[in-house]
């Protein structure tokens, strides 16, 4: 058996080009966005806004925050007490505000009229808060402070970081 002449396999039937006439009424017109042409449609820039300094400075640290390992003397002001907890912490330390200077001129007028007249002394000095990063301290050192609180976005964080471990 020789070779016979390969047969090449019929072209596929092309589809004939049909002419659609088109409508005169709704002719297609591509716009021209150079000079002098159409106005181009409006794009969201905001990605290309300069933003605020505090923004930008927020958004970074955010990003330096989940990229670097914080250490737990640190990570531990991430986290605050919840909108229960914080309104019973601010309804008790309501009962202990420290006094105007108007209460504490009216008592220590009390405390001269009764020295004045005599009397044995009753008025004391009230139970307050005492708030103050040197004051508080102290008062840590001399294991005097019963309930610390701190806040958590104390900036630069480094001014309570050592508290925590102080007051153990």
Request: aromatic share 6%.
């Amino acid at each position: 058996m020789g070779k016979a002449g390969k047969k090449v396999a019929a072209a596929p039937l092309a589809k004939s080009k049909r002419k659609v006439q088109k409508s005169s009424l709704f002719e297609k017109t591509p716009k021209n966005f150079r000079i002098g042409g159409d106005i181009r449609p409006k794009t969201d820039l905001t990605r290309f806004v300069k933003w605020p300094k505090y923004v930008r400075l927020q958004r970074m640290k955010k990003i330096m925050l989940t990229r670097l390992k914080v250490p737990p003397a640190l990570n531990q002001f991430n986290t605050t007490i919840d909108k229960n907890q914080a309104a019973s912490l601010l309804k008790l330390l309501k009962k202990y505000v420290p006094e105007t200077k108007d209460e504490k001129k009216k008592r220590l007028l009390e405390m001269a009229q009764q020295k004045n007249d005599g009397q044995e002394v009753k008025s004391k000095k009230p139970i307050v808060i005492k708030f103050g990063l040197n004051h508080v301290t102290t008062l840590i050192e001399q294991k005097a402070a019963k309930l610390v609180v701190i806040a958590h976005d104390v900036d630069p964080i480094e001014l309570v970081c050592w508290m925590p471990a102080l007051c153990r």
